[in-house]
């Protein structure tokens, strides 16, 4: 079934939806949600309320891509399952060495504000267009979907140290890109 007669469903209130979300994409959000959750029974935690989120998201949201906004609400869902459990164990928040190589540019998008967020990650997809295509999926593997550096190099048959590079020059061009755009960081 295509992404439209899908998103026909949800709009329609036709539980057929979600089933048909879990048969196309149960094993993409498995994927996505075990690259930053250890537990396996976390992972179906994240994946089960993926297709809640997506339930009541939509309506009044129509994605353009259903995968992406699929991945998106399940590493929302697995990044807060992790964060609830770190802090329930250590009495803490939990880091995330993906998002804190990012460095001065995380924390200028943790200060703003809904609607600067959008904004900027309008600018962040300008940015990663113009890129080309290896580093635009490097970044993406890393930032978006949490992979550690080896599974990427591995996916994408290069040495670590190259992914490490590439993602050094590509957070580099983007604080000169922001920094242009007058994001000050």
């Given at each position: 079934?295509?992404?439209?007669?899908?998103?026909?469903?949800?709009?329609?209130?036709?539980?057929q939806?979600?089933?048909e979300?879990?048969?196309?994409?149960?094993?993409?959000?498995r994927?996505v949600?075990s690259?930053?959750?250890?537990?396996?029974?976390?992972?179906?935690?994240?994946?089960?309320?993926t297709?809640?989120?997506a339930w009541?998201?939509i309506?009044?949201?129509?994605?353009?891509?259903?995968?992406?906004?699929?991945?998106?609400?399940t590493?929302?869902r697995?990044?807060?399952?992790?964060?609830?459990?770190s802090?329930?164990?250590?009495?803490?928040?939990?880091?995330?060495?993906p998002?804190?190589?990012?460095?001065?540019?995380?924390?200028?998008?943790a200060?703003e504000?809904?609607?600067?967020?959008?904004a900027l990650s309008?600018?962040?997809?300008?940015?990663?267009?113009?890129?080309?295509r290896?580093?635009?999926?490097?970044?993406?593997?890393r930032?978006?979907?949490?992979e550690d550096?080896?599974?990427i190099a591995e996916g994408?048959?290069?040495?670590e140290?190259?992914?490490?590079m590439m993602?050094?020059?590509?957070r580099q061009?983007?604080?000169?890109?922001?920094?242009?755009?007058?994001?000050d960081?």
């Amino acid at each position: 079934m295509t992404d439209e007669k899908i998103i026909e469903l949800f709009f329609r209130r036709d539980e057929q939806a979600v089933r048909e979300c879990m048969a196309q994409y149960g094993d993409y959000c498995r994927t996505v949600a075990s690259n930053i959750l250890p537990s396996a029974a976390d992972v179906e935690e994240a994946v089960a309320d993926t297709w809640l989120d997506a339930w009541n998201a939509i309506p009044p949201q129509k994605p353009q891509q259903l995968r992406l906004f699929l991945g998106r609400l399940t590493r929302n869902r697995a990044i807060g399952i992790l964060r609830k459990n770190s802090a329930l164990r250590r009495g803490g928040d939990v880091t995330l060495v993906p998002l804190e190589e990012l460095g001065d540019i995380a924390d200028s998008c943790a200060t703003e504000s809904q609607v600067d967020i959008k904004a900027l990650s309008q600018v962040i997809s300008c940015f990663l267009k113009g890129e080309p295509r290896k580093r635009r999926v490097v970044f993406i593997r890393r930032y978006f979907y949490l992979e550690d550096v080896s599974a990427i190099a591995e996916g994408l048959g290069l040495k670590e140290a190259n992914v490490r590079m590439m993602l050094c020059r590509t957070r580099q061009a983007l604080k000169e890109y922001l920094l242009k755009e007058g994001y000050d960081l």
